[in-house]
């Protein structure tokens, strides 16, 4: 009877320091930046999903991560914010074809809001159409399209934001109030169907927002690394947008988007 005790007390022993064992890898992880899924994990440990949900539940409750519809995200990531440069560096190929993707949207004539960001600087590099108004914010999109003869560009004005050369503030809103656009091409830094569209500076989410306010059609520009993740300023729910453009996404994916009267173009 004794030995039996003994064996129970090692095999919880043993099945506690799986599950820490578990639960720490699950946070190293989600911290490396990845964004994962309660089914991918059940597979990956040959564990079930509910076991996984409460392995998130207790890391959630220790703040180390942020659940999310069907999985987790980092929970340190959300007031984290690269600077341009940073940006510039990572998925430059995604972001070149997602920039050449959004540009072909463009059609003569359109009248367009660009966001600033790394994304959006690849529409300006990639617009053919004619006759073309552009409103932006963006510093570095404003000088990258001043020798284009077959645009015009008007620059919100505002008070730069040194990290990410977007101009932000009251006279970067009431500027945009003034117009009314065909198409809007916003970036984003998180894009979840949880918890919306984000981005981690609340001065740039207000600006965006009034991009959005001001266009008949709403695209969002964002590589896939993007999905999934949390960041700390609502921007807008997903269904305010009218298209995702992206480099790629899975179909079960893509059909929550899709539910939600979101097209998604890859």
Known sequence: ??????????????NKMFAEERKSKIAQMIKSGQ????????????VSESTIRRDLAELEALGI???????????????FEPSFAEKEDKFAKEKEYIGKLAASFIKDGDTIILDSGTTTQYIARNINAKNITIITNSVNIAYE?????NLEVIVT?????TKTKA??????????RQFRVDKAFVAANGV????????PSHVEAAIKRAMIENAKEVFLVADSSKFGQVTFSLICPVNRLDYIITDKMDDRQRAEYEKLGVKVIT
């Open 1 to 14: 009877m004794i030995k039996f005790i003994h064996r129970n007390e090692h095999k919880r022993k043993v």
């Open 35 to 46: 964004s994962v899924k309660v089914s991918e994990l059940a597979k990956l440990f040959g």
């Open 65 to 79: 991560i942020k659940r999310t519809h069907g999985g987790a995200v980092n929970n340190f990531i959300t007031s």
């Open 145 to 149: 399209l001043s020798n284009n003869d």
């Open 157 to 161: 004005g505002g008070v730069i934001r």
């Open 167 to 176: 101009l932000v503030g009251d006279i970067t809103q009431s500027i945009l």
């Open 192 to 199: 979840s169907i949880e918890f919306g569209v984000t981005t």
